[in-house]
């Protein structure tokens, strides 16, 4: 509910501030050569190419946790979370290079609300009982660098750095460094590889 609730929000927002922009720019046409069922139907194949790579990466990231010993909540977090981020990275790139910055973050914010509101379709799904009891408790470690991410992003879009220090942003300098804290920590609080039986 929460999630609808913030996309009605966004979508109302994003409707009001175009109708101010328009009155006084005219937008710049992009891609005037693509009809509209053309991109519908790249965008639909695409789409289904993603589906159907992403539904083997569950038994490949299992399988890549128990043989390196690395922990499932650690390949989750690492190798399969920056695997199902490939499409989004090369969305938010390909936006920044058009200048379309609103496109880019809309797409990585969306998509981050949208995978937090999966767990709930994962929940009606699960059947032993509620999924986040069955999870491991070093996901706490991931959801507190989440907050503090988003709090970090929060603070950037509030007060705006006017120039970067050196190649980053002081705010997006910041959010670099908590995630590379958390895979740090995930990687200590792993689970340690089971020993084989000596026969």
């Known amino acids: 509910m929460v999630y609808l609730f913030t996309v009605r929000l966004s979508?109302?927002?994003e409707r009001r501030r175009a109708a101010h922009e328009a009155?006084?720019?005219a937008e710049e046409r992009r891609y005037d050569l693509i009809p509209m069922g053309t991109a519908l139907r790249r965008y639909a194949v695409t789409a289904l190419v993603v589906v159907l790579a992403a539904s083997f990466l569950p038994r490949l990231g299992e399988r890549i946790a128990t043989?390196?010993?690395?922990?499932?909540a650690f390949v989750g977090n690492l190798f399969i979370a920056i695997?199902?981020?490939?499409?989004?990275?090369?969305?938010s790139l390909a936006a920044v290079r058009m200048g379309a910055v609103d496109l880019a973050f809309g797409n990585v914010l969306?998509?981050?609300?949208?995978?937090?509101?999966i767990l709930?379709?994962?929940?009606i799904l699960f059947a032993p009982g509620p999924i986040l009891a069955s999870a491991h408790p070093s996901h706490i470690v991931s959801v507190f660098a989440a907050v503090a991410m988003y709090a970090m992003l929060l603070v950037g879009l509030t007060?705006?750095?006017l120039r970067k220090r050196l190649v980053l942003a002081w705010d997006t300098a910041g959010i670099?460094?908590?995630?590379?804290?958390?895979?740090?920590?995930?990687?200590?609080?792993r689970a340690p590889a089971a020993v084989p039986a000596l026969p």
């Open 120 to 123: 709930a379709l994962d929940d």
């Open 11 to 13: 979508f109302i927002f």
């Open 83 to 91: 695997t199902t981020s490939l499409p989004e990275i090369v969305v």
């Open 67 to 72: 043989e390196t010993g690395l922990g499932q």
């Open 23 to 25: 009155a006084g720019l």
């Open 159 to 161: 007060y705006q750095a």
């Open 110 to 117: 969306g998509s981050n609300i949208f995978n937090m509101f």
């Open 176 to 189: 670099l460094v908590i995630y590379v804290i958390t895979l740090a920590l995930l990687y200590a609080s």
